[in-house]
């Protein structure tokens, strides 16, 4: 009897201490959310590129100025990781499906990619004496793939434009650097034209030179 007086008393005692105990819970780690809805909605404005034939592109003769636009490349997608990378220069012109084709004059530093008449001659500057396109960059895609082009200049005289794809990208000599990107729906080789480059305040397309370009296949 005596145990269980003992016994009922501290039970008396403890239960004010015991009435207040509250259960906390333990505390959850909030996940930041995810990147990856981001990438896709920037990836999702990734114009197609169409397959083209490389000989009817090199024998095109279009107004460019009806038909471009200005290349706009949102500047999220020039820091997306890649998968795979594909990088070319005069002294390395070929990697795994990714090459150079274009009229003009080659050396071991540049590409010289060079205007092409395709008629008579005259003072006046007219798009139809020329060829549309005289740089052609080839490159076998994968369906479904995204990737980002960079092609870098030298010895950008003045300053000017030239046509990618039917955009048009500003450069200088202090802007030597045209960023594309583009998406493809089919497997297999794909063209990227470059037109002559034809700088402010003259007459006729020039010729540029082009250092290297890389390819990223975009994760």
């Avoid at 990088?87 to 071991?108: A, M, Q, R, V, W």
């Amino acid at each position: 009897m005596k145990t269980l007086s003992k016994i009922l008393v501290l039970a008396l005692f403890l239960s004010p201490f015991l009435g207040q105990a509250q259960f906390v819970p333990k505390k959850t780690k909030v996940e930041k959310p995810s990147n990856i809805s981001t990438k896709v909605s920037i990836k999702n404005n990734i114009p197609t590129l169409k397959k083209a034939d490389l000989k009817t592109l090199q024998s095109s003769k279009v107004d460019l100025s009806k038909s471009t636009s200005p290349l706009k490349v949102d500047k999220a997608l020039l820091t997306l990781p890649s998968r795979k990378k594909y990088h070319i220069t005069p002294k390395n012109p070929y990697d795994n499906g990714l090459s150079f084709s274009f009229f003009g004059n080659y050396s071991p530093e540049a590409f010289t990619v060079g205007p092409r008449l395709s008629g008579q001659t005259s003072n006046a500057y007219s798009r139809n004496q020329y060829y549309t396109y005289s740089g052609f960059i080839v490159f076998n895609a994968r369906a479904g793939k995204q990737y980002r082009v960079k092609i870098e200049l030298k010895d950008v005289r003045g300053s000017g434009k030239i046509t990618i794809d039917n955009q048009v990208s500003s450069v200088s000599n202090s802007n030597r650097t045209i960023n594309y990107v583009f998406s493809s729906v089919s497997n297999g080789q794909h063209v990227i034209a470059l037109s002559p480059y034809e700088r402010n305040g003259a007459i006729n397309p020039e010729d540029f030179k082009i250092t290297s370009v890389q390819i990223d296949e975009l994760e």
